[in-house]
């Protein structure tokens, strides 16, 4: 008996832990990748197909848009994960191209499958890809475009195609470039952050516009309050607007009735210093995060004072930054240097219920640093759709502003890099040509998928753009609204949305590939 034999085997991990070894890695995460890139494709371009998505709380969300469903999907699989992950990433850099980057990936990772299978190494692989993505960096610089006011348009117009704002996008469009425009001279760098949306709950998409300000629901406690107020004055204060209460117990033993009225005398004494400081300052409009006395209110009318109570934060910041005020904490600090201008400030009465409530709004702003687009439509689900689209619409046009940098859109862009990188690999000498082959056709995915959610024929569409760019086209060819090959020079992406995405589902495909053994301790 030779030495060791008959001992029972180390276990280093317990019996419930599998592990998977060799292609079989590779070929399990592929799998999973490409059934979570086809679960994507049908909603891609402006021929793609909504989905419903039913959440374990009992609401629904119709939607197209791929960070939407990446976000709501509770995946399990690490692959599928990993992909989240990069959607996730995609949506915070960008806020556009989730679903070009999901496809992208599945696409590299299907062709790398068929390349594993005939024997190539992984690694070789990777080796291929990154080439690969060096050629398509360097194309970008040649192919991108400068912004100018038509591009931009052009831009908002991509964005909001194929989303429910399409069947009011000649309304949208201009909407969201005024919206970015409108902040352009109050802050550094227009963005998604300085617009904010509301819902109207009436009328049509075509009733829909722009407010230079903010619009906010709360009820008017008073209807003596003044209405359509012009270059008002505006304080903003932080907190309530009333005597404070003590933060410790106490009691106060009164022993006659004139040492009540001295109380009562001082308590109201101290309420004319609020309601007098308020009054004193000039603010004909004042906005507060907190309770207001009953009193003070009165005070207030009487002025000619519209006052609205218990803001939230948000909105307090955002009533501050459209009218240029500084959020005052201590009311009897409050100096006319802290308000800012309110153009017209108007407020409609609601019929009282608990839900329904009066909509202020605070427009004609001068430099506002925060608008609204009030969005019109009655329909929730549909009405949460736009403005998701209408978000997509304006983190792309402010990533616009602030790269300067656009490439075409309609799959044009991934052709060119596919032909820019089929060149290439024909003086690399190695096996890594292979694998920059296998790059290019993963790119013609992407107008693949725009022809077949057009109802084109795939091989013919992809076949045509191909020659265009072989030819060297100066006009980018691509899949057009209506689904036809053609002249796509008015559709624009920022090059960033383009340049992210693709390292991203490089980067993250060639992590996949690198990976040799799962394992699970969970044992599935």
């Known amino acids: 008996m030779s ?35 086809d679960l994507l494709k049908p909603t891609y371009g402006p021929r793609g197909l909504d989905k419903m998505l039913y959440k374990t709380d009992g609401s629904i969300a119709v939607t197209n848009d791929g960070a939407k469903i990446v976000a709501e999907l509770m995946v399990k699989h690490p692959a599928a994960k990993m992909m989240v992950s990069m959607g996730n990433s995609q949506e915070e850099a960008c806020g556009d191209g989730v679903t070009t980057t999901m496809l992208l990936c599945g696409s590299l ?35 991108s475009v400068t912004l100018d006011d038509e591009r931009l348009l052009g831009v908002v117009n991509t964005a909001l195609t194929g989303k429910g704002a399409e069947a009011a996008i000649d309304v949208f469009a201009p909407l969201v470039r005024d919206a970015l425009n409108a902040v352009l001279n109050s802050v550094e760098a227009p963005s998604a952050e300085h617009v904010s949306m509301f819902k109207l709950g009436s009328g049509g998409l075509r009733d829909s516009r722009l407010v230079r300000g903010i619009v906010v629901r709360r009820r008017v406690l008073m209807d003596t309050f003044p209405n359509n107020i012009n270059n008002a004055p505006t304080a903003v204060i932080g907190s309530d607007i009333k005597i404070r209460k ?63 109570p218990e803001l939230n934060e948000s909105e307090l910041h955002n009533a501050a930054e459209a009218t240029g005020a500084t959020i005052i904490d201590s009311i009897l600090d409050v100096d006319s240097s802290d308000l800012g201008i309110a153009g017209s400030v108007h407020w409609e009465k609601r019929q009282a219920t608990d839900q329904v409530e009066d909509i202020i709004t605070i427009d004609d702003c001068t430099n506002p640093g925060v608008v609204t687009l009030a969005i019109g439509g009655a329909g929730e689900t549909a009405t949460e759709e736009i403005i998701r689209g209408l978000h997509d619409a304006l983190r792309a046009t402010s990533l616009a502003h602030e790269t300067g940098e656009l490439l075409p859109g309609g799959g ?112 599935d």
């Not at 003590?246 to 106060?252: H, K, N, Y």
């Not at 001082?266 to 009054?279: G, N, P």
Request: proline fraction near 3%; include cysteine; charge should be negative.
């Open 109 to 143: 990772l299907e062709e790398a499958n068929t390349l594993l299978s005939k024997g190539l190494h992984p690694l070789t692989l990777v080796d291929g890809y990154r080439k690969a993505m060096g050629v398509a960096l360097s194309h970008m610089d040649s192919d």
């Open 3 to 37: 030495e060791g034999e008959g001992k029972p085997p180390v276990v280093v991990v317990s019996e419930s832990t599998s592990v998977t070894s060799g292609t079989a890695v590779q070929e399990k995460l592929i799998i999973a990748a490409r059934v979570f890139s």
């Open 246 to 308: 003590m933060t410790r117990s106490a009691e106060i033993q009164i022993t006659s009735a004139e040492n009540l009225d001295g109380f009562i005398e001082a308590e109201q004494s101290r309420k004319e210093e609020i309601a007098q400081a308020l009054i004193t300052s000039g603010a004909k409009l004042i906005l507060c995060g907190g309770e207001i006395d009953r009193d003070i209110l009165h005070d207030l009318a009487d002025e000619g004072i519209l006052a609205i």
């Open 412 to 523: 044009a862009s991934h052709t060119r890099i596919a032909q820019a990188v089929r060149e290439a690999s024909e003086s690399e000498p190695g096996r890594a040509r292979l694998a920059m082959d296998a790059f290019a056709r993963a790119m013609e995915t992407i107008p693949a998928t725009l022809a077949a959610n057009s109802g084109r024929d795939i091989l013919d569409s992809v076949l045509e753009m191909r020659t265009a760019a072989r030819e060297g086209s100066e006009t980018p060819i691509g899949i057009r609204a209506d689904g036809e090959v053609g002249d796509v020079s008015g559709v624009w992406h920022p090059r960033a949305v383009i340049e992210d995405g693709l390292e991203s589902a490089t980067e993250t495909s060639m992590s996949m590939l690198r990976i040799d053994q799962v394992i699970s301790a969970r044992g």
